[in-house]
């Protein structure tokens, strides 16, 4: 079975802290994504990465920044946190991105709820 | 710009009834998938959809996909308090840009 684990589960931080948000995925998958998730707005992607060091901006990256420096790890950084940052944080990996015709399947964390005071 | 809409947001039923959940789009989709997210956990894949008109069977949950790939439902029989958590479902453009919807809470009352 595919486990991908987060480093935490509840985070509680100030505001104007560094946050680092840790994932990672034991299956040697190429995809890992970053979601937000707050009610009504469903799953947003923040970062995305198709290999190691590589990066693609998603919908909602202001604010975020990520790195990728192994196959299995894929870190999530908020330089300065802000309140309108908290949110319930989602780590995904998957084999293949969505290509023409395809959506590949996504293996979630467990999320990490974070409150920004 | 959300290009996943769900309804509704919210449902609240008694065990044993049937409902519909839908997921519309004015944009086309490749493909779409719908996810099953328990409290306390990550999004679950359930299906995945990829030809117009499309409908499979998941033991008491139907998905079906719009013949104009721009909808697609989920349809639970007889709904069991296993079945409460957010349905998410997900479409891959034809631009190959992928989209998460707005989410529909469901809660079945034993």
Redesign the interface.
């Known amino acids: 079975d595919v486990k991908v684990t987060q480093s935490s589960r509840y985070l509680v931080k100030r505001t104007g802290e560094k946050v680092f948000l840790e994932c990672v995925q034991d299956m040697d998958h190429e995809n890992m994504f970053w979601y937000r998730q707050d009610p009504g707005l469903g799953l947003r992607l923040i970062y995305f990465s198709y290999d190691v060091k590589m990066k693609e901006k998603g919908d909602i990256p202001e604010g975020y920044s990520v790195s990728r420096e192994k196959k299995e790890r894929f870190s999530l950084i908020l330089e300065s946190a802000s309140t309108n940052q908290t949110s319930m944080y989602l780590c995904a990996s998957s084999l293949r991105l969505a290509g023409w015709n395809r959506l590949d399947t996504q293996y979630f964390g467990p999320g990490t709820r974070l409150t920004v005071l | 710009t959300?290009l996943?809409e769900?309804s509704p947001?919210f449902l609240s039923i008694q065990e044993g009834e049937n409902l519909t959940v839908y997921c519309n789009s004015s944009s086309v989709f490749?493909?779409?998938?719908w996810y099953r997210q328990e409290p306390?956990?990550?999004?679950?894949?359930l299906v995945?959809v990829?030809t117009g008109g499309e409908v499979k069977k998941l033991k008491r949950l139907t998905f079906q996909f719009g013949d104009a790939r721009k909808d697609s439902s989920l349809h639970i029989t007889a709904a069991q308090p296993g079945d409460t958590g957010l349905y998410?479902c997900?479409?891959?453009d034809?631009g190959?840009?992928?989209y998460?919807?707005?989410?529909t809470s469901l809660t079945v009352i034993p």
Do not use: D, R
């Not at chain 2, 306390?40 to 894949?45: A, D, I, R, S």
């Open positions: 959300q996943l769900q947001q490749s493909s779409l998938q306390g956990e990550g999004p679950v894949l995945t990829v998410l997900a479409g891959a034809t190959n840009q992928f998460f919807g707005t989410g």
